[in-house]
């Protein structure tokens, strides 16, 4: 088994939603407990993703660009994942 594996079933998908051509995924880190919102966007190609505090993942799903805007990802990075 690679490490490649091993790091990719410590993630837990725990919710995905889509709007239009927009995806929001959250995923949980069972070995760090923390979380992950990636934000994909199928007609452009961009990606979003940020790292969450484990009490912060609720609110960072449901409002992604804001979570990231709030923890310094840049206007143009957003944009692009929109």
Same mark, same amino acid.
């Given at each position: 088994m690679s490490s490649r594996t091993c790091e990719r079933s410590r993630l837990l998908e725990l =919710?995905?939603? @889509?709007?239009g051509a927009v995806e %929001?995924? *959250?995923?949980w880190d069972r070995g760090t407990? /923390? $979380?992950v919102v990636v934000v994909w966007n199928w007609s452009s190609g961009g990606? *979003?993703? %940020?790292? %969450? @505090?484990g009490a912060r993942a609720g609110?960072?799903?449901a409002h992604p660009y804001a979570y990231a805007? $709030?923890?310094g990802v840049p =206007? /143009?990075?957003?944009?692009r994942a929109a």
């Open positions: =919710a995905r939603r @889509e709007q %929001v995924t *959250l995923f407990g /923390s $979380a990606c *979003l993703q %940020v790292d %969450v @505090e609110y960072a799903y805007a $709030a923890r =206007a /143009s990075d957003i944009a």
